[in-house]
């Protein structure tokens, strides 16, 4: 396994192989032992549990799972770093490696259907693979995930604060959010300017009923479209764009019971799959 249990250490690696930290990709090294050691308590998966591992880097936590039984998939676009972990882990039966962009490559490969995802994922992209699998309907296994602190906010942001957003409703509709511990930028390397958080989603047990998923995620975009306007203002332009006047609008927010004055960050989940499953209704 590659150490690098300190900044230095991971430095002085970093340098004997003529590899470095590409910004563009938003490589921030866990260098804390300790705090590894806490993700991996929370992952403890099986023998025979198929795990992903989202952005493995050198390969520290991938050591880690490989040594329970297993059988990991790790998603990895850096050139530099996939040599390392080819060197270190090809010969093991339990490890495949899945090379370029993540959010193209594990497309392909849902029907594994994993019992868990971790990783810890880069701040710019975080939000967009999350959210790409909650719409995508993959949503069968556990997750725990490393991200911004202000992202996970946004995760189990509550309805009408601050931090609540479309992707809070998508996040929430389908999942139960945990936001488990966080960890100090100095615990990285290099230093990010921000705290991260180490945040656990669940399926959740009871998974709505949705009549047209492209329906709900169209509603979900545009309840957010303004956060200065009122829940009916905001449905006009989605419904617009599907043929329909202000009075279906208004029809449709009758049906579901909601008045057209209030926001629309203040609806909840289930607010927001009832008011889509009455449009589905409507349309047809």
Not at 3 to 31: D, T
Not at 215 to 239: C, D, E, V, Y
Not at 267 to 274: G, M, Q, R
Request: aromatic share 10%; glycine share 6%.
């Amino acid at each position: 396994m590659v150490p690098y249990n300190s900044p230095k250490q991971l430095a002085v690696f970093l340098a004997q192989h003529g590899l470095s930290l590409k910004k563009r990709f938003g490589q921030n090294f866990l260098v804390n032992a300790d705090v590894r050691g806490r993700i991996l308590s929370l992952l403890s998966p099986a023998r025979g549990t198929r795990v992903w591992e989202i952005g493995p880097g050198l390969g520290c936590m991938s050591a880690a799972i490989l040594e329970t039984g297993a059988l990991l998939n790790v998603f990895e676009i850096d050139r530099g770093f996939i040599k390392i972990l080819v060197e270190e882990f090809s010969a093991r039966e339990n490890f495949r490696l899945i090379e370029g962009d993540v959010l193209k490559t594990w497309p392909p490969l849902r029907d594994e259907k994993p019992g868990l995802i971790f990783g810890n994922l880069p701040y710019n992209s975080a939000a967009a693979l999350i959210a790409d699998f909650l719409e995508k309907d993959f949503i069968q296994s556990r997750w725990v995930f490393m991200v911004q602190k202000e992202v996970a906010a946004r995760m189990a942001a509550k309805p009408g604060t601050k931090n609540y957003s479309s992707f809070s409703l998508l996040c929430q509709t389908f999942m139960t959010v945990q936001l488990l511990f966080e960890v100090s930028p100095a615990a990285f390397y290099p230093r990010p300017e921000v705290f991260s958080c180490v945040a656990g989603l669940q399926p959740r047990p009871d998974q709505p009923v949705i009549l047209c998923r492209g329906i709900f995620f169209g509603i979900l975009r545009a309840l957010f479209a303004s956060r200065r306007k009122t829940l009916k203002n905001n449905l006009l332009p989605w419904a617009a764009s599907l043929g329909k006047d202000a009075d279906w609008v208004t029809r449709l927010l009758d049906n579901a019971g909601l008045r057209p004055e209030i926001r629309g960050e203040t609806l909840s989940a289930a607010d927001a799959v009832s008011l889509a499953n009455q449009a589905a209704r409507l349309i047809r």
